[in-house]
């Protein structure tokens, strides 16, 4: 079946410093969205992308879709403690009608 | 507009005893999902219904797990009985049907979960 994979599993940074984080996907994605839980809350969207090389940028946040659709990364410029929580991948290889969640990546942001 | 609801936030039971959890979805939105998290991992689909069928019952441990969709809005999963491992939140989700669905945009809206505790 299908699988999501995120890299990395954790990462810590200083206030200011960049992040990415990254999510490969095992089988051609039809499309892949993103999303945010913060500690002890509930996942909360942040984008869809549905375009091979989409990219899309909200604020210090840009998001890219892989020309095979089968990747997409996440980075967010100069993090801000705000920025603290889990980022999940979650891609569809239906056209939105089942989506599979990766692990996750779980971002400290050290003021 | 109110988001979806979840009820118990929390639950305790003891291993072998049965547990229901509730979820009232969105207004409109017809597709209406059960996930599992364990923590630290992302969300594990377990059932997903579109209307009051559901479409993808694949992923849920039908001996001891059923869910239900009655007239194709609010919806309940039960345990019965529960294990020590089933302690985990269990999430519901809604959302318009498909991408481009009458305007959707696919976006999941989430509860806030049901924390269940087996001891």
């Known amino acids: 079946g299908q699988q999501v994979m995120q890299i990395p599993q954790y990462q810590h940074v200083q206030e200011g410093e960049d992040f990415t984080t990254y999510c490969n996907s095992s089988?051609?994605?039809?499309?892949i969205q993103w999303y945010k839980q913060r500690p002890g809350g509930h996942p909360v969207f942040l984008i869809q992308l549905v375009k091979s090389g989409e990219v899309k940028k909200q604020k210090r946040l840009t998001f890219q879709f892989g020309e095979a659709k089968k990747n997409s990364s996440l980075h967010i410029t100069a993090t801000q403690t705000t920025d603290v929580g889990t980022y999940f991948c979650?891609?569809?290889?239906?056209?939105?009608?089942?989506?599979?969640f990766g692990p996750g990546t779980r971002l400290s942001v050290l003021p | 507009e109110a988001g979806v609801v979840q009820s118990p936030r929390y639950k305790i039971i003891e291993k072998k005893q049965p547990v229901a959890f509730w979820c009232n979805p969105i207004?409109?939105?017809?597709?209406l999902y059960w996930y599992l998290q364990n923590l630290g991992q992302g969300p594990e689909l377990l059932i997903r219904y579109e209307n009051e069928e559901a479409v993808d019952d694949s992923q849920l441990p039908k001996d001891r797990f059923s869910a239900e969709r009655l007239k194709g809005v609010d919806s309940t999963l039960k345990i019965q009985p529960a294990e020590l491992g089933d302690s985990a939140v269990y999430l519901c989700?809604?959302?318009?049907?498909?991408?481009?669905?009458?305007?959707?945009?696919?976006?999941?809206?989430f509860g806030e979960g049901s924390r269940l505790t087996v001891l």
């Open positions: 979650a891609g569809s290889d239906n056209y939105g009608q089942n989506f599979v």
């Open positions: 089988t051609t994605l039809s499309n």
């Open positions: 207004s409109g939105h017809n597709t």
């Open positions: 989700a809604s959302s318009l049907s498909g991408l481009g669905w009458q305007g959707s945009t696919g976006e999941l809206f």
